[in-house]
Protein backbone atom coordinates (compact mmCIF):
# COMPACT_ATOMS: atom_id res chain seq x y z
CA UNK A 1 0.00 0.00 0.00
CA UNK A 2 0.86 3.64 -0.60
CA UNK A 3 1.41 7.12 0.73
CA UNK A 4 -0.19 10.08 -1.15
CA UNK A 5 1.10 13.52 -0.85
CA UNK A 6 -0.49 15.97 -2.62
CA UNK A 7 2.11 19.47 -2.99
CA UNK A 8 0.24 22.38 -3.67
CA UNK A 9 -1.36 21.32 -6.37
CA UNK A 10 -3.85 22.97 -8.13
CA UNK A 11 -6.14 22.62 -11.61
CA UNK A 12 -7.33 25.53 -13.18
CA UNK A 13 -9.90 25.45 -16.00
CA UNK A 14 -9.62 28.91 -17.93
CA UNK A 15 -8.77 31.25 -15.25
CA UNK A 16 -11.14 29.64 -13.26
CA UNK A 17 -9.69 27.83 -10.34
CA UNK A 18 -11.22 24.17 -9.90
CA UNK A 19 -9.34 23.22 -7.22
CA UNK A 20 -6.66 25.99 -5.60
CA UNK A 21 -3.01 24.81 -4.34
CA UNK A 22 -3.53 22.17 -1.83
CA UNK A 23 -1.53 20.46 0.33
CA UNK A 24 -1.78 16.62 1.83
CA UNK A 25 -0.73 13.91 2.93
CA UNK A 26 -2.46 11.02 3.38
CA UNK A 27 -0.61 8.16 5.37
CA UNK A 28 -0.32 4.30 4.01
CA UNK A 29 -3.38 2.77 5.04
CA UNK A 30 -5.53 5.77 5.89
CA UNK A 31 -8.96 6.31 4.86
CA UNK A 32 -9.32 9.97 3.96
CA UNK A 33 -12.83 11.51 2.65
CA UNK A 34 -12.85 14.24 0.30
CA UNK A 35 -16.07 16.31 1.40
CA UNK A 36 -18.09 19.19 0.03
CA UNK A 37 -21.06 20.88 -1.38
CA UNK A 38 -21.17 20.14 -5.28
CA UNK A 39 -18.63 21.40 -7.48
CA UNK A 40 -16.19 22.28 -4.89
CA UNK A 41 -13.68 20.31 -6.60
CA UNK A 42 -13.58 17.34 -5.17
CA UNK A 43 -13.74 15.03 -8.24
CA UNK A 44 -11.27 17.25 -9.96
CA UNK A 45 -8.58 16.63 -6.85
CA UNK A 46 -9.45 12.13 -7.23
CA UNK A 47 -8.79 12.91 -11.13
CA UNK A 48 -5.38 14.53 -10.60
CA UNK A 49 -4.44 12.23 -8.01
CA UNK A 50 -5.65 9.29 -10.31
CA UNK A 51 -4.09 11.34 -13.48
CA UNK A 52 -7.23 10.86 -15.39
CA UNK A 53 -6.47 15.37 -15.07
CA UNK A 54 -3.56 16.88 -15.43
CA UNK A 55 -2.56 18.81 -12.77
CA UNK A 56 -2.02 23.19 -13.55
CA UNK A 57 0.81 23.53 -11.47
CA UNK A 58 2.07 21.12 -7.93
CA UNK A 59 3.38 18.19 -7.55
CA UNK A 60 1.79 14.37 -6.86
CA UNK A 61 3.94 11.85 -4.99
CA UNK A 62 2.98 7.96 -4.50
CA UNK A 63 5.05 6.54 -1.88
CA UNK A 64 7.93 9.49 -2.12
CA UNK A 65 8.14 8.95 -6.22
CA UNK A 66 6.95 11.92 -8.39
CA UNK A 67 3.81 10.42 -10.24
CA UNK A 68 2.64 13.84 -11.31
CA UNK A 69 3.39 13.18 -15.16
CA UNK A 70 3.00 9.44 -14.84
CA UNK A 71 0.29 7.90 -17.08
CA UNK A 72 -2.68 6.66 -14.97
CA UNK A 73 -1.85 3.01 -15.72
CA UNK A 74 1.82 3.80 -14.37
CA UNK A 75 0.32 4.90 -10.81
CA UNK A 76 -1.19 1.38 -9.78
CA UNK A 77 -4.16 2.62 -8.52
CA UNK A 78 -7.73 1.42 -8.88
CA UNK A 79 -10.24 4.21 -9.48
CA UNK A 80 -14.32 2.93 -8.13
CA UNK A 81 -16.63 4.81 -9.91
CA UNK A 82 -20.19 5.79 -8.90
CA UNK A 83 -22.01 3.97 -11.82
CA UNK A 84 -21.89 0.33 -11.95
CA UNK A 85 -19.59 0.02 -15.01
CA UNK A 86 -19.82 -3.52 -15.33
CA UNK A 87 -19.06 -5.74 -18.92
CA UNK A 88 -22.70 -6.76 -19.32
CA UNK A 89 -21.72 -10.00 -21.20
CA UNK A 90 -19.48 -11.43 -19.29
CA UNK A 91 -20.45 -13.41 -16.04
CA UNK A 92 -19.54 -12.16 -12.75
CA UNK A 93 -16.06 -14.11 -12.32
CA UNK A 94 -14.94 -12.79 -15.91
CA UNK A 95 -15.56 -9.27 -15.12
CA UNK A 96 -13.23 -9.53 -11.70
CA UNK A 97 -10.39 -11.79 -13.81
CA UNK A 98 -10.80 -9.24 -16.57
CA UNK A 99 -7.88 -7.06 -15.79
CA UNK A 100 -5.67 -9.99 -13.83
CA UNK A 101 -5.86 -11.98 -17.55
CA UNK A 102 -5.24 -8.38 -19.58
CA UNK A 103 -2.03 -8.51 -17.32
CA UNK A 104 -1.58 -11.70 -18.28
CA UNK A 105 -1.22 -13.42 -14.41
CA UNK A 106 -0.82 -16.80 -14.65
CA UNK A 107 -4.32 -18.86 -14.94
CA UNK A 108 -4.08 -20.30 -10.89
CA UNK A 109 -3.12 -17.01 -9.30
CA UNK A 110 -6.37 -14.91 -11.23
CA UNK A 111 -8.23 -18.10 -9.83
CA UNK A 112 -7.23 -17.98 -6.58
CA UNK A 113 -7.39 -14.18 -6.39
CA UNK A 114 -10.45 -13.67 -7.86
CA UNK A 115 -12.24 -16.42 -5.34
CA UNK A 116 -10.50 -15.12 -2.32
CA UNK A 117 -11.93 -11.62 -2.96
CA UNK A 118 -15.13 -12.93 -3.76
CA UNK A 119 -15.24 -14.91 -0.50
CA UNK A 120 -14.24 -11.45 1.01
CA UNK A 121 -16.89 -10.02 -0.55
CA UNK A 122 -19.63 -12.89 -0.16
CA UNK A 123 -20.60 -13.26 -3.55
CA UNK A 124 -18.60 -16.42 -4.38
CA UNK A 125 -21.90 -17.67 -4.87
CA UNK A 126 -23.21 -15.02 -7.90
CA UNK A 127 -19.76 -16.20 -9.66
CA UNK A 128 -21.76 -17.45 -12.82
CA UNK A 129 -23.89 -15.37 -13.69
CA UNK A 130 -24.28 -11.92 -15.42
CA UNK A 131 -24.64 -8.88 -14.19
CA UNK A 132 -28.60 -8.02 -15.18
CA UNK A 133 -29.15 -10.59 -13.11
CA UNK A 134 -27.70 -8.86 -9.20
CA UNK A 135 -28.97 -6.54 -7.40
CA UNK A 136 -27.57 -2.80 -7.21
CA UNK A 137 -25.76 -3.99 -4.00
CA UNK A 138 -24.34 -6.93 -5.56
CA UNK A 139 -23.63 -5.16 -8.65
CA UNK A 140 -21.56 -2.48 -6.70
CA UNK A 141 -20.16 -5.20 -4.25
CA UNK A 142 -18.39 -7.00 -8.07
CA UNK A 143 -17.41 -3.30 -8.98
CA UNK A 144 -15.63 -3.38 -5.52
CA UNK A 145 -14.20 -6.85 -6.36
CA UNK A 146 -12.67 -5.83 -9.81
CA UNK A 147 -10.91 -3.40 -7.63
CA UNK A 148 -9.60 -5.27 -5.01
CA UNK A 149 -8.58 -8.23 -7.06
CA UNK A 150 -5.89 -5.81 -8.45
CA UNK A 151 -3.94 -5.44 -4.91
CA UNK A 152 -3.45 -1.56 -6.16
CA UNK A 153 -1.41 0.78 -3.87
CA UNK A 154 -4.74 3.04 -3.33
CA UNK A 155 -8.63 2.95 -3.95
CA UNK A 156 -10.08 6.28 -5.21
CA UNK A 157 -13.92 6.31 -4.81
CA UNK A 158 -15.98 8.69 -6.34
CA UNK A 159 -19.22 8.47 -4.63
CA UNK A 160 -19.38 5.02 -5.37
CA UNK A 161 -22.89 4.32 -3.11
CA UNK A 162 -24.77 7.33 -4.61
CA UNK A 163 -26.44 5.66 -7.25
CA UNK A 164 -27.74 2.98 -3.92
CA UNK A 165 -30.87 3.70 -1.88
CA UNK A 166 -30.48 4.74 1.32
CA UNK A 167 -30.94 0.69 3.18
CA UNK A 168 -27.97 -0.13 0.72
CA UNK A 169 -25.74 3.17 1.05
CA UNK A 170 -25.75 1.89 4.93
CA UNK A 171 -25.12 -1.49 4.43
CA UNK A 172 -22.20 -0.70 1.34
CA UNK A 173 -20.67 1.66 3.64
CA UNK A 174 -20.09 -0.44 6.42
CA UNK A 175 -19.00 -3.11 3.98
CA UNK A 176 -15.96 -0.68 2.86
CA UNK A 177 -15.31 0.35 6.17
CA UNK A 178 -15.39 -3.42 7.05
CA UNK A 179 -12.90 -3.97 3.88
CA UNK A 180 -10.72 -1.32 4.89
CA UNK A 181 -10.28 -2.07 8.33
CA UNK A 182 -9.32 -5.84 6.89
CA UNK A 183 -7.01 -4.70 4.28
CA UNK A 184 -5.54 -1.39 5.46
CA UNK A 185 -5.77 -0.08 2.08
CA UNK A 186 -5.09 3.37 1.52
CA UNK A 187 -7.92 5.04 0.22
CA UNK A 188 -9.75 8.04 -0.85
CA UNK A 189 -12.84 8.42 -0.93
CA UNK A 190 -15.38 11.59 -2.64
CA UNK A 191 -18.84 12.12 -1.03
CA UNK A 192 -20.61 15.03 -0.27
CA UNK A 193 -22.15 13.03 2.32
CA UNK A 194 -21.20 13.97 5.81
CA UNK A 195 -22.84 11.07 7.61
CA UNK A 196 -20.65 8.55 4.86
CA UNK A 197 -17.58 10.90 5.17
CA UNK A 198 -17.84 11.18 9.10
CA UNK A 199 -18.81 7.03 9.38
CA UNK A 200 -16.03 5.86 7.28
CA UNK A 201 -12.60 8.12 7.35
CA UNK A 202 -9.56 8.51 9.35
CA UNK A 203 -9.40 11.92 8.27
CA UNK A 204 -11.79 14.19 6.14
CA UNK A 205 -10.35 16.88 4.18
CA UNK A 206 -13.71 19.54 3.85
CA UNK A 207 -13.57 21.57 0.22
CA UNK A 208 -15.47 24.48 -0.73
CA UNK A 209 -15.36 26.72 -3.63
CA UNK A 210 -12.21 24.98 -4.41
CA UNK A 211 -10.34 25.63 -1.86
CA UNK A 212 -9.54 23.30 1.54
CA UNK A 213 -11.32 24.35 4.37
CA UNK A 214 -10.25 22.04 6.79
CA UNK A 215 -8.74 18.61 7.39
CA UNK A 216 -9.07 16.89 10.40
CA UNK A 217 -10.20 13.38 12.04
CA UNK A 218 -14.32 13.50 12.26
CA UNK A 219 -13.89 14.40 15.79
CA UNK A 220 -11.78 17.71 15.00
CA UNK A 221 -14.05 18.94 12.24
CA UNK A 222 -17.27 18.47 14.38
CA UNK A 223 -16.04 19.91 17.62
CA UNK A 224 -13.64 22.17 16.28
CA UNK A 225 -14.57 23.55 13.23
CA UNK A 226 -11.51 25.69 11.53
CA UNK A 227 -14.19 28.19 10.59
CA UNK A 228 -17.37 29.15 9.83
CA UNK A 229 -18.17 27.23 6.81
CA UNK A 230 -16.97 23.87 8.07
CA UNK A 231 -19.52 24.90 12.00
CA UNK A 232 -22.17 25.24 9.46
CA UNK A 233 -21.62 22.21 7.11
CA UNK A 234 -20.61 20.12 9.87
CA UNK A 235 -23.76 18.34 12.02
CA UNK A 236 -27.28 18.49 11.31
CA UNK A 237 -28.39 20.63 12.25
CA UNK A 238 -24.72 22.75 12.24
CA UNK A 239 -23.43 24.37 15.04
CA UNK A 240 -25.20 26.98 16.81
CA UNK A 241 -23.78 30.49 15.62
CA UNK A 242 -25.11 33.25 17.84
CA UNK A 243 -23.60 36.86 17.23
CA UNK A 244 -22.55 39.21 19.78
CA UNK A 245 -20.48 41.54 21.69
CA UNK A 246 -17.40 40.86 23.90
CA UNK A 247 -16.97 43.58 26.68
CA UNK A 248 -15.36 43.33 29.94
CA UNK A 249 -14.92 39.17 30.28
CA UNK A 250 -18.67 38.87 28.89
CA UNK A 251 -20.45 37.82 25.92
CA UNK A 252 -23.42 39.67 25.06
CA UNK A 253 -25.80 37.82 23.17
CA UNK A 254 -29.61 38.67 21.95
CA UNK A 255 -31.97 39.62 24.60
CA UNK A 256 -30.41 41.08 26.97
CA UNK A 257 -28.54 37.51 27.46
CA UNK A 258 -25.23 37.45 29.28
CA UNK A 259 -22.28 34.90 28.62
CA UNK A 260 -19.51 35.32 31.33
CA UNK A 261 -16.71 33.84 29.10
CA UNK A 262 -15.12 30.95 30.11
CA UNK A 263 -11.93 31.30 31.62
CA UNK A 264 -9.92 29.62 29.29
CA UNK A 265 -11.18 31.91 26.35
CA UNK A 266 -10.21 34.93 27.92
CA UNK A 267 -6.90 35.68 26.76
CA UNK A 268 -7.77 34.26 23.55
CA UNK A 269 -10.07 36.38 22.94
CA UNK A 270 -8.43 39.77 24.04
CA UNK A 271 -5.46 38.24 21.67
CA UNK A 272 -7.25 36.96 18.62
CA UNK A 273 -10.44 39.71 17.74
CA UNK A 274 -10.40 41.91 15.43
CA UNK A 275 -13.20 43.83 17.45
CA UNK A 276 -15.78 43.72 19.86
CA UNK A 277 -17.53 41.49 17.76
CA UNK A 278 -18.15 38.02 18.22
CA UNK A 279 -19.80 34.58 17.31
CA UNK A 280 -20.60 31.78 19.83
CA UNK A 281 -20.40 28.94 18.57
CA UNK A 282 -21.88 25.37 20.57
CA UNK A 283 -23.44 21.89 19.62
CA UNK A 284 -27.05 21.41 20.37
CA UNK A 285 -25.51 18.49 23.07
CA UNK A 286 -23.37 21.62 24.69
CA UNK A 287 -26.59 22.72 26.24
CA UNK A 288 -28.35 22.05 29.49
CA UNK A 289 -31.26 22.95 30.41
CA UNK A 290 -31.77 24.37 34.02
CA UNK A 291 -34.14 26.45 36.15
CA UNK A 292 -31.11 28.78 37.22
CA UNK A 293 -29.07 28.56 33.44
CA UNK A 294 -27.34 31.32 32.83
CA UNK A 295 -29.56 32.02 28.99
CA UNK A 296 -33.18 32.95 29.08
CA UNK A 297 -35.07 31.96 25.52
CA UNK A 298 -38.40 31.34 25.16
CA UNK A 299 -39.53 27.84 22.78
CA UNK A 300 -39.91 28.10 19.91
CA UNK A 301 -40.80 24.87 18.18
CA UNK A 302 -39.78 21.29 19.31
CA UNK A 303 -39.49 17.93 17.53
CA UNK A 304 -39.14 14.32 18.94
CA UNK A 305 -36.23 12.83 17.27
CA UNK A 306 -36.69 9.49 18.54
CA UNK A 307 -34.00 9.02 21.39
CA UNK A 308 -34.03 12.76 21.84
CA UNK A 309 -35.98 15.75 21.53
CA UNK A 310 -34.46 18.60 19.51
CA UNK A 311 -35.74 22.07 20.88
CA UNK A 312 -35.80 25.71 18.80
CA UNK A 313 -35.19 28.44 21.54
CA UNK A 314 -35.13 32.02 20.67
CA UNK A 315 -32.52 33.87 22.49
CA UNK A 316 -34.54 36.87 22.05
CA UNK A 317 -37.80 35.59 23.12
CA UNK A 318 -41.23 37.06 21.16
CA UNK A 319 -38.89 38.14 18.14
CA UNK A 320 -37.51 34.77 16.89
CA UNK A 321 -34.74 36.02 15.13
CA UNK A 322 -31.90 34.19 16.98
CA UNK A 323 -32.48 30.87 16.96
CA UNK A 324 -30.66 28.11 18.87
CA UNK A 325 -30.86 24.06 18.60
CA UNK A 326 -30.62 22.42 21.35
CA UNK A 327 -31.02 19.13 22.56
CA UNK A 328 -33.03 17.58 25.43
CA UNK A 329 -33.94 14.41 26.96
CA UNK A 330 -36.73 12.38 24.43
CA UNK A 331 -39.81 13.21 27.47
CA UNK A 332 -38.93 17.01 27.50
CA UNK A 333 -41.19 18.16 24.78
CA UNK A 334 -42.53 21.93 25.71
CA UNK A 335 -45.01 24.21 24.59
CA UNK A 336 -44.40 26.93 22.06
CA UNK A 337 -43.67 30.06 23.68
CA UNK A 338 -42.46 28.41 27.20
CA UNK A 339 -39.57 30.30 29.04
CA UNK A 340 -36.20 28.25 29.07
CA UNK A 341 -33.32 28.73 30.69
CA UNK A 342 -29.74 27.05 29.60
CA UNK A 343 -25.98 26.64 30.71
CA UNK A 344 -23.66 25.87 28.15
CA UNK A 345 -20.81 23.35 28.80
CA UNK A 346 -17.87 25.45 29.17
CA UNK A 347 -15.74 22.67 27.23
CA UNK A 348 -17.99 22.47 24.27
CA UNK A 349 -18.27 26.50 23.63
CA UNK A 350 -16.05 27.89 20.35
CA UNK A 351 -15.80 31.30 19.26
CA UNK A 352 -15.32 33.04 16.40
CA UNK A 353 -13.97 36.01 15.04
CA UNK A 354 -17.20 37.39 12.16
CA UNK A 355 -14.46 39.36 9.76
CA UNK A 356 -11.97 36.25 9.11
CA UNK A 357 -14.81 33.99 9.76
CA UNK A 358 -12.04 31.83 11.79
CA UNK A 359 -12.23 29.62 14.85
CA UNK A 360 -10.08 31.55 17.96
CA UNK A 361 -7.61 29.04 19.20
CA UNK A 362 -6.91 28.29 22.42
CA UNK A 363 -3.18 28.56 23.47
P1 LIG B 1 -19.84 17.26 -7.60
O1 LIG B 1 -20.10 16.73 -6.24
O2 LIG B 1 -21.01 18.01 -8.16
O3 LIG B 1 -19.24 16.26 -8.55
P2 LIG B 1 -17.20 18.32 -7.13
O4 LIG B 1 -16.92 18.90 -5.78
O5 LIG B 1 -16.69 16.96 -7.39
O6 LIG B 1 -18.74 18.42 -7.42
P3 LIG B 1 -15.74 19.11 -9.47
O7 LIG B 1 -16.47 18.14 -10.35
O8 LIG B 1 -14.35 18.77 -9.08
O9 LIG B 1 -16.59 19.36 -8.14
O10 LIG B 1 -15.79 20.54 -10.15
C1 LIG B 1 -15.15 21.67 -9.61
C2 LIG B 1 -15.39 22.86 -10.53
O11 LIG B 1 -14.67 22.68 -11.75
C3 LIG B 1 -16.85 23.03 -10.93
O12 LIG B 1 -17.12 24.40 -10.96
C4 LIG B 1 -16.92 22.44 -12.31
O13 LIG B 1 -17.91 23.07 -13.07
C5 LIG B 1 -15.53 22.74 -12.86
N1 LIG B 1 -15.09 21.75 -13.86
C6 LIG B 1 -14.92 20.43 -13.64
N2 LIG B 1 -14.47 19.80 -14.75
C7 LIG B 1 -14.37 20.77 -15.72
C8 LIG B 1 -13.94 20.78 -17.08
N3 LIG B 1 -13.54 19.67 -17.70
N4 LIG B 1 -13.97 21.97 -17.74
C9 LIG B 1 -14.34 23.10 -17.12
N5 LIG B 1 -14.74 23.16 -15.83
C10 LIG B 1 -14.75 22.02 -15.13
Known amino acids: MAQIELKQVAKKFGDVYAVQPMDLTIQDGEFVALLGPSGCGKTTTLR ?8 SSGQILIDGQDVTWNHPSARDIAFVFQFFALYPHMTVRQNIAFTLEAQKVPKAQVEKRVFDVARLLQIEHLLRLRPKALSGGDRQRVTLARALVRHPKAFLMDEPLGALDADFRATMRAEIKRLHLAQHATTVYVTHDQIEAMAMSDRIVIMSNARVQQIGTPAQVYYDPANLFVARFIGS ?3 NLVKGRYTNGMV ?25 DVVLGFRPE ?15 ASALHGAYAMLHLALDGEKGETMTHVRAAKNTIYPIGTPLRFDLDPQMVRFFD ?3 ELALTLA
Open 48 to 55: MISGLEAV
Open 237 to 239: PGM
Open 252 to 276: QLPGANQLPLPERWQAAIANQLSSE
Open 286 to 300: AAKISADGVLNTQVY
Open 354 to 356: PKT
